[in-house]
């Protein structure tokens, strides 16, 4: 028997999947300024991102906004582009492999994975309808924002529910909402940035530097804020770091309001003044790096701490596809599976490894 509207979706005879869907904000097609004003459109329309009157906000937008930021953007997009495409995504799509590896060796095809981005593609819709296409009937969804922020982790719910309403026949559906004191999140960072500095050696400050967003929405109950300094509070203990040597900061602000503080670029720039001439920057709320970490880190906010008188700055690498992060994420998604689907490692690596045991038996 078919279902009305769901014929391409279903037979009896498909056995029910589990889907792992993980996403990240996302990046225009192309780092140019058509394309950046078609992305900047989609990303900045968000009521999420820009909590402000919807006709004042749209008069802005349009009149100012997208007539100025595509282009200069674009410069930025251009300086970060690799031959494979935007950062982001690049490193997106490889912890999709990853992920999708371990999963495969844990549960068979019982399990199927697939990555989205929020704003361009490839879409969130596009990612449900392929994975509801393989057979997915119980879906778990990872936003790869380690703190909660309603303009990005609630975002991605908006876009999965506003998906869903085209939809007849909705999955069981688990989101992880944050991961900011995940202990194998933690242990993840505090290893990378133990190995940054047995190759680097260790500065006089460690700058933890998060995404901003406006201080209004901290003030009407965003707990973003709190993560990112609990997130801090646990890496600087694992670390054994004592005051004085580690502060966190927040960057990339747009607008006109006021925004979380201390600024990152403020700090930088003052820094040398307190005497302060090495640091080492890691940005852990990044879970790639992208536009915000290579360019605005690692390229300007090096260039204010160097003009204002310092005289060594590192800027330590997000977690991207390392073997380490890959760990993390299938400890986090195991976690979340707990019930739903049992491992039972892939019947064909099984048979394989099988048949390498006997084919050594015999050579003995
Ligand atoms: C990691 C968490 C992020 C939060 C919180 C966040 C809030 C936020 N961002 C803007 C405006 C912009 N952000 C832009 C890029 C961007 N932002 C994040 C992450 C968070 N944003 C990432 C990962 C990226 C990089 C994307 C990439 O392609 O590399 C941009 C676009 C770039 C630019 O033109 O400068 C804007 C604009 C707001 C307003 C906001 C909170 C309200
Ligand atoms: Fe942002
Ligand atoms: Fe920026």
Known sequence: MKYQGMSE??????????????????????????????????????????????????????????????????????????????????????????????????????VEVA??????????????????????????????????????????????????????????????????DFEPYIEALARKIENFWEENGRPDKLILSYHGVPRRYLLNGDPYHCECHKTTRLLAARLGLREGEYKTTFQSRFGREEWLKPYTDETMMSLPGEGVKSVHVVCPGFSSDCLETIEEIDEENREYFMEAGGENFHYIPALNADEGH????????????????????????????????EALGAER
């Open 326 to 357: 890959i760990d993390m994420i299938t400890a986090l998604v195991e976690k979340h599976l707990q019930g739903w689907t049992l491992p039972v490692n892939d019947p064909d690596a099984l048979a394989a490894a099988r048949e390498r045991a």
């Open 115 to 180: 990555y989205a981005m929020r704003y361009g593609n490839p879409s969130i819709a596009s990612a449900l309808e392929d994975l509801q296409r393989r057979g997915v009937r119980q879906l778990l969804v990872l936003p790869m924002y380690p703190q909660y922020s309603a303009s990005t982790t609630g975002s991605t719910f908006d876009a999965l529910a506003q998906d869903f309403q085209q939809r007849r026949w909705l999955p069981d559906l688990r989101f992880i909402s944050h991961y900011h």
């Open 9 to 110: 979706h279903f037979t009896h005879d498909q056995p029910a999947k589990t889907g792992v869907l993980i996403t990240n904000l996302g990046t225009p097609d192309a780092p140019t300024t058509s394309a950046l004003r078609r992305y900047l459109n989609q990303f900045l329309s968000d009521p999420r991102v820009i909590e402000l009157p919807r006709l004042l906000w749209w008069l802005i937008l349009h009149g100012i906004v997208l007539r100025t930021r595509p282009r200069k953007s674009a410069e930025g997009y251009r300086s970060v582009w690799s031959e494979e495409g935007s950062p982001l995504l690049v490193h997106t799509r490889n912890q999709y492999e990853g992920l999708k590896d371990r999963l495969r060796f844990r549960y068979g095809k019982n």
